[in-house]
């Protein structure tokens, strides 16, 4: 069995994008040289993630507006007790559990083995600092 893993980093000028990573991770299967197997992608910081979804920017204007809803961002630590650490970010990290810390696609002749539509995605929730995915590629 094969293994082969790669790191991308990302520092978005926003605190909050959406950024298409298929190119980078169909890039990592073609030199893993694995023609069977799994892909891991995960996003290894906890205000970051990665998800798979349309790349359609009114869906992801749409979960921008959503997660806002659900953890709006507020710096002050009366909303969050999170706050009261001297970091500003909760918001950041409830809305990383939402969309999720990783996905797994199969690897089906040599390429990632989507349904349709299907593309991945970092999503970014505190930016404006480097931070690291980890693709991880197994099989034969």
């Known amino acids: 069995m094969k293994s082969y893993t790669e790191y991308l980093t990302f520092n978005t000028a926003n605190r909050v994008e959406f950024i298409n990573i ?8 073609r030199k893993s040289g694995v023609r069977e197997g799994l892909c891991l992608v995960n996003a290894m ?4 993630s990665v998800f798979i979804n349309d790349d359609e920017e009114g869906l992801h204007e749409d979960y921008r507006r959503w ?5 709006p961002f507020d710096p002050s630590p009366e909303r969050y007790l999170h706050n009261r650490t001297g970091e500003d970010n909760a918001d950041a990290h409830m809305k990383r ?3 999720g810390r990783e996905v797994v696609v199969a690897i089906t002749n040599g390429k ?12 970014e929730f505190d930016g404006r600092r480097p931070k690291r995915v980890l693709i991880k590629i197994i099989g034969e």
């Open 67 to 71: 997660l806002e809803e659900l953890a």
């Open 97 to 99: 559990q939402i969309m």
């Open 22 to 29: 298929t190119p980078q991770v169909e890039e990592a299967v």
């Open 45 to 48: 910081h906890i205000t970051a």
């Open 112 to 123: 990632l083995d989507f349904g349709p539509w299907e593309q991945i995605f970092y999503g």
